[in-house]
């Protein structure tokens, strides 16, 4: 069973910054594997559909941002850890929001949340105005 882990929410200020990371446990991946697999932020906000925030290829590093946080925030990986990361720099108001990773073993659409496979718990982000 894979399970995922978010870490780092908590409340900032307007034009402030926050980094979350996600950490990837509980099965042993082929480097085969590794090479399909991807993993991604969403977030979800009262009162809204959950929204594609960014995504990364595990092995290519090939990074997609919703066009929200273009700019703004920047997607990493550490393979070796199996942890993801994602650095929000220039927080606004509208980013207030509980942040989920997720990973796909393949998706063909990294913005389509219905493309991945585990899901962690997620992490409250508060940005104050």
């Known amino acids: 069973q894979v399970q995922l882990v978010e870490y780092g929410g908590g409340l900032v200020q307007a034009g402030g910054s926050l980094r979350l990371s996600c950490a990837l446990s509980g099965r042993t991946f082929s480097s085969n594997a590794m090479g399909r ?13 959950r929204e594609f925030v ?6 290519g590093g090939s990074t ?6 273009k700019g ?3 997607i ?5 850890k ?8 220039s927080l606004e108001y ?9 990973a796909a ?15 962690g718990q997620g992490t409250q982000v508060t940005v104050s105005s």
Not at 105 to 119: Q, T
């Open 37 to 49: 697999y991807a993993m991604g932020w969403f977030r979800q906000a009262p009162g809204k559909e």
């Open 54 to 59: 960014a995504a990364i290829s595990w092995s």
């Open 64 to 69: 997609y941002y919703g066009d929200s946080v």
């Open 72 to 74: 703004r925030f920047t």
């Open 76 to 80: 990493s990986r550490d393979n070796a």
């Open 82 to 89: 199996n942890t993801m990361y994602l650095q929000m720099n």
């Open 94 to 102: 509208e980013d207030t929001a509980v942040y989920l990773c997720a």
């Open 105 to 119: 073993l393949k998706a063909s659409r990294l913005e389509r949340d219905v493309e991945y496979d585990y899901w």
